[in-house]
């Protein structure tokens, strides 16, 4: 039982380059998250997901995209990277109910120069 | 949106009782209050959850007035490793327990 694994852990990007993150949990859990966090600062929500072929946008949005076509797996998209986007990416899974609580993975880091 | 509010930092000693108290004037009536820490470059993890009343478990209690437009984390005799910082989390309002929005955590520093 691995729970929530990030890929990759770490990434170092060019401006205008894309890549995808992948957040894969074998919980069975329906909700799934992914947050960024700046140096020094909260955890901020970029998207998240209640279900299987299902996004919503959360509280930073904006140049990132989304997609849950399996269940276990949460994708998150960078089209055209920018050095704004350089943050630590986690994404996170719960149950449905009101006391499911979130299971966080490792973390990703990417950079963006 | 039922925004929560915490001091930014707290300093303690080893072996003192530290509470962090977190303010959420708009929680919904059925949502639940939940607690988390996080250690530097790490993900937030679960410490305690509760609806009202009070709630203890190994390693924390939970303070929650009649009202729940407060709660009160409560550390018993912290040690240095408890170092951290502290999110209280409600859910969205609209959205119910779905959107999970963070604050700004509270940055606790415990010292010898």
């Known amino acids: 039982n691995a729970g929530v694994t990030q890929t990759p852990k770490f990434r170092v990007l060019k401006t205008g380059q894309s890549m995808t993150l992948l957040c894969a949990q074998d919980m069975n859990h329906e909700y799934m998250y992914w947050y960024r966090q700046d140096p020094g600062m909260g955890l901020r929500l970029i998207h998240y997901s209640v279900g299987e072929g299902t996004t919503a946008k959360g509280e930073v949005p904006d140049g990132y995209n989304v997609s849950r076509l399996k269940k276990q797996n949460f994708l998150l998209g960078l089209e055209s990277a920018a050095p704004s986007q350089t943050s630590v990416y986690f994404c996170?899974?719960?149950?449905?109910?009101?006391?499911?609580?979130?299971?966080f993975g490792e973390g990703s880091r990417l950079t963006v120069l | 949106l039922a925004k929560t509010t915490q001091p930014i930092s707290m300093d303690s000693y080893e072996g003192q009782e530290v509470n962090i108290t977190c303010s959420h004037n708009n929680i919904a009536t059925n949502d639940y209050i939940t607690w988390y820490q996080q250690f530097p470059s790490q993900g937030p993890r679960f410490i305690i959850q509760g609806y009202k009343t009070k709630v203890t478990n190994e390693v924390a209690s939970l303070f929650i007035p009649a009202d729940r437009k407060s709660s009160t984390l409560s550390l018993p005799r912290v040690s240095l490793s408890d170092t951290a910082v502290y999110y209280c989390l409600v859910g969205d309002g609209n959205t119910g327990f779905q959107k999970l929005v963070f604050g700004t955590g509270t940055r606790l520093l415990v010292s010898p």
């Open positions: 996170a899974s719960r149950l449905v109910q009101e006391t499911g609580e979130l299971f």
